[in-house]
T-cell receptor, first 111, second 115 residues
Framework: SQQGEEDPQALSIQEGENATMNCSYKTSINNLQWYRQNSGRGLVHLILIRSNEREKHSGRLRVTLDTSKKSSSLLITASRAADTASYFCATDGGGSEKLVFGKGTKLTVNP | DAGVIQSPRHEVTEMGQEVTLRCKPISGHNSLFWYRQTMMRGLELLIYFNNNVPIDDSGMPEDRFSAKMPNASFSTLKIQPSEPRDSAVYFC?????????????FGNGTRLTVT
C-alpha cells in the first residue's frame, strides 16, 4: 500500500518565492527521504531525515519531520526556474529495505 | 562513476511480444530495485535483490513478469507476453545496503509502449 502521500499534487510559484510540499505516511519509519525527478529522468536523492530528527537543512532545502502526526514537509527557499521538477517522499516502513514512494508534487517555478 | 545504466531508453512493441529491460547497477552496490511509474499509480516497487538474490517480488503484477540478476553487475526484467496495460516507465535503482537509509540511485528509465 502507498505509504507516502504528498500534497499539493501541483504547485506553481514565481522565482524567488518559497515552495512548501508536504508528505503524510501511514506506518512507523526509521527514516524518510525526499527525491527530485526532472522530466524524462530518474529520481535523484535530495535529503534524508531520521525518525529521531525533527529538522534538517541542506543548502536551500529544509525538511521537517513530525512522527506523532506521521508527516514531513520539504521547503525550498528562494526558488529558481531550475527547481522545476516533481518531488517525492519515500519511507522505509520501519527499517525495511523497501522504499515506498508517494505520487509526488509537481513544482513549477516561473521565471 | 557512470551511474545506473538502463537499456533501451525507449521500447515500442506489439501486444503479445516479449520485452526485456536491462540494468547495470553502480559498481559496489549490492541492492537492486525495479520500479514501474505511471500517472495513475505513481512509482510501484516490483522486485528487489540483495547480493543478487531476489528478496521481495510481491510487487510483480503477474506471472508474465520475471526478473533475474545473474551477477552483481547485471539485471533483467522480462515481460512475456506484453500487454497494453504494461505501458509505463520502468526504473532500475541500486544502493549500498546495510547503511541506515542509504539513498537509492536511479537510472533514467525505459519508457515502454505496448500497442
Amino acid at each position: 500500500s502507498q505509504q507516502g502521500e504528498e500534497d499539493p499534487q501541483a504547485l506553481s510559484i514565481q522565482e524567488g518565492e518559497n515552495a512548501t510540499m508536504n508528505c503524510s505516511y501511514k506506518t512507523s519509519i526509521n527514516n524518510l527521504q525526499w527525491y527530485r525527478q526532472n522530466s524524462g529522468r530518474g529520481l535523484v536523492h535530495l535529503i534524508l531525515i531520521r525518525s529521531n530528527e525533527r529538522e534538517k537543512h541542506s543548502g536551500r532545502l529544509r525538511v521537517t519531520l513530525d512522527t506523532s502526526k506521521k508527516s514531513s514537509s520539504l521547503l525550498i527557499t528562494a526558488s529558481r526556474a531550475a527547481d522545476t521538477a516533481s518531488y517525492f517522499c519515500a519511507t522505509d516502513g520501519g527499517g525495511s529495505e523497501k522504499l515506498v514512494f508517494g505520487k509526488g508534487t509537481k513544482l513549477t517555478v516561473n521565471p | 562513476d557512470a551511474g545506473v545504466i538502463q537499456s533501451p531508453r525507449h521500447e515500442v512493441t506489439e501486444m503479445g511480444q516479449e520485452v526485456t529491460l536491462r540494468c547495470k547497477p553502480i559498481s559496489g552496490h549490492n541492492s537492486l530495485f525495479w520500479y514501474r511509474q505511471t500517472m495513475m499509480r505513481g512509482l510501484e516497487l516490483l522486485i528487489y535483490f540483495n547480493n543478487n538474490v531476489p528478496i521481495d517480488d510481491s510487487g510483480m503484477p503477474e506471472d508474465r513478469f520475471s526478473a533475474k540478476m545473474p551477477n552483481a553487475s547485471f539485471s533483467t526484467l522480462k515481460i512475456q507476453p506484453s500487454e497494453p496495460r504494461d505501458s509505463a516507465v520502468y526504473f532500475c535503482a541500486s544502493r549500498l545496503s546495510g547503511g541506515v537509509g542509504s539513498p537509492l540511485h536511479f537510472g533514467n528509465g525505459t519508457r515502454l509502449t505496448v500497442t
